[in-house]
């Protein structure tokens, strides 16, 4: 991703050069440790664990250790869950994803939005009266053409920057989804719905609320009884109240600036990090906690097991490649939004059927889809997703080898945003700048930082493929293969049978060589915004 303050970032604008799987006989040994990283990395292969690195800490200021079991903030990650959640409804027969959303609302929404004369939702393009059809395909496929009213990555000039909410909103506790809902369901659209692709968190915002109101249960219930319980999620959880009423039963990471000399590389300070956001502001967008556990079992029923739908045409139309995202295509694959998770292809598909172009009936009860709507397109070569808070970022990857059947799965979650900084610098900085986090953002715009975790799993993916007899095209610089082959003899001592690192063979690595420095240093990239607590794309 070209920024970096991703505050709940998304996936696609993220991704790094992509790599296309072979079959791997063997596994090679681990890559040597990143020095820079403080988080757990995991790399699995056909179900085996390869890879299990926790490192840094949980907690700085109470000296808690990282662990595998380690709970963060999974920001945009928690699109899928709420994308699931509709197909999850539809086929329990209580909407259809191809409806207009003004169907299911109604007068006393509006009143719950805060709007009590308003009786129906008449979305309409900038400056005119004309209603569009906003469907629930849209808003799961961000193309909607919804304000994004919270990122605001609009030019100065934009007029739609008048509609961005104020980013304080996001930093106290929402006293419902519906309040949230209110600070944009009036908003114009930016384009005619199903005609183009804007990454906006007000569309799972939007979700979460008929989820609730379809369901009659709470976001938090409905995930708990639908897919966290069946599926042995007992490490992932919606937290409304923010911890406000009980603790998590599990350890949660906390959040930190980790201040490094830009030469060097060497840490001489830590910093708290505010999130700047409460689950209820974010709710379906990004409010969940979750494990990196949790996670890969997560992807794993819903896209290898097959587990939680009961018609498969509900797992296609997930991940249906919806919107085209050119931008993001690497060496020769094909970028595309699904619904709630990003899917890559070899070949340059047919378009999706613009659901704006449906025949849509007045009536409210809903039909299961019908056969025409079936989506005839080839399994994704990679599935993929990256969710971040300010501080938090968390990535998951499933690539998948239709000729040879392999599947490789990685995760890398990481608390800590590396700024390179002189010392002296920062000490001048402390000694002038007030003492809030926002004034402490625009004062370090144009630093270089390192944040990203799906970095650091694509370094992961090409690392496994160069050293496992692999033969890829690469635009990843090929530095990085070369830097990590030539520390292999000073891990493997501390590697067990099973080919797996802990964080005591971190001794043998030396950070300070310039080779190493140089490697961790491309990661770094300079920030030209100062990211506050809002989602991005």
Known sequence: MATTWPSLCCLVVCVLPLVCFAHITSSPPPPPPDQLFSGVQTVERNGATVLNISSGKASVEYGVDMTAHTAFLIGSNSKLFTAVSIYLLQEDGLLRTSDPVSLYLNASDFANFGFANVSEWCPTLLG??????????????????????????????????????????????????????????????????????????????????????????????????????????????????????????????????????????????????????????????????????????????????????????????????????????????????????????????????????????????????????????????????????????????????????????????????????????????????????????????GLPTDADALVVAFQLLEYYNSNGGLRTPSDIDQHTTKLLSSNFNTNTANLDSNSKLNSNSYSNFNSNSNAAADLLRQRFTTTKQAKRGVLQG
């Open 128 to 445: 005119s009266g004309v209603c569009q059809v906003v469907t629930f395909e849209h808003l799961m496929s961000m193309s909607s053409g919804l304000v994004d009213a919270f990122n605001c990555d609009y030019p100065p000039d934009s007029p739609f920057v008048k509609y961005c909410v104020a980013p304080y909103l996001w930093t106290v506790d929402a006293p419902s989804v519906a309040s949230t809902v209110g600070s944009f369901i009036l908003n114009p659209l930016t384009f005619v719905p199903g005609t183009n692709y804007s990454y906006s968190n007000p569309n799972f915002i939007l979700l979460t609320y008929l989820i609730e109101k379809l369901s009659g249960l709470s976001y938090a219930q409905f995930l708990l009884t639908r897919i966290f319980l069946p599926l042995g999620l007992h490490h992932t959880t919606f937290d409304f109240f923010n911890q406000q009423f009980h603790i998590l039963g599990f350890p949660f990471a906390g959040f930190y600036y980790d201040f490094r000399d830009p030469v060097s590389l060497q840490r001489y300070a830590v910093g708290k990090c505010s999130t700047e956001i409460t689950p209820s502001a974010v709710s379906g967008t990004g409010g969940l906690v979750s494990t990196q556990g949790d996670m890969l079992r997560w992807y794993k029923a819903l896209f290898v097991d097959r587990k939680l739908f009961r018609r498969h045409a509900s797992l296609r139309a997930l991940v249906k490649p919806w919107t085209r995202i050119p931008a993001d295509d690497r060496l020769g694959l094909k970028a595309y939004y699904a619904q709630g998770v990003a899917v890559f292809y070899k070949d340059e598909l047919v378009q999706a059927e613009d659901a704006s172009t449906h025949t849509h009936s007045s009536s409210k009860k809903a039909q299961a889809p019908d056969s025409s709507s079936s989506i005839d397109t080839p399994w994704p070569e990679l599935i993929l997703y990256q969710g971040g808070t300010l501080c938090s970022h968390t990535a998951i990857i499933l690539a998948f080898n239709s000729s040879t059947h392999d599947l490789t799965a990685i995760t890398a979650f990481r608390n800590t945003v590396n700024i390179l900084i002189p010392q002296s610098e920062w000490s001048t900085l402390q000694a002038t700048t007030p003492r809030t986090n926002r004034t402490f953002l625009d004062s370090i715009q």
